[in-house]
Nanobody, 122 residues
């Protein structure tokens, strides 16, 4: 059974940085695309960034492009999200997700972690 566990969230001042991690256990890590999503209070969950499984292509939402970087380590079965220049609009619960084998970065994302809270104080 595939399990995803996020960590690294916390409270940070505006302009600061955080690095999120997501460890994947079970299943086959190295091939399926991975992504980060977020959900702010009162808003729908939104896509943040994705990375392909083998050639490590990346995709970002316009709101984080140039500030966030997604990466993965297929040996450690871990995907990361480096977040820089954070502002209050980035406050949300951040979720790690994985597609089924054979899917593209467009999804569908069938496996989800429980999320980690990121709070940016202004």
């Amino acid at each position: 059974q595939v399990q995803l566990v996020e960590s690294g969230g916390g409270l940070v001042q505006a302009g600061g940085s955080l690095k999120l991690s997501c460890v994947v256990s079970g299943g086959t890590f190295s091939r399926p695309p991975m992504a980060w999503f977020r959900q702010a209070p009162g808003k729908e969950r939104e896509f943040v960034a994705a990375i392909s499984g083998t050639d490590f292509n990346t995709k970002y939402s316009d709101s984080v492009k140039g500030r966030f970087t997604i990466s993965r380590d297929n040996v450690r079965n871990t995907v990361y999200l480096q977040m820089n220049s954070l502002d209050a609009e980035d406050t949300a619960v951040y979720y790690c997700a994985r597609t089924r084998i054979g899917a593209t970065m467009a999804g569908p994302y069938d496996y989800w972690g429980r999320g980690t809270q990121v709070t940016v104080s202004s």
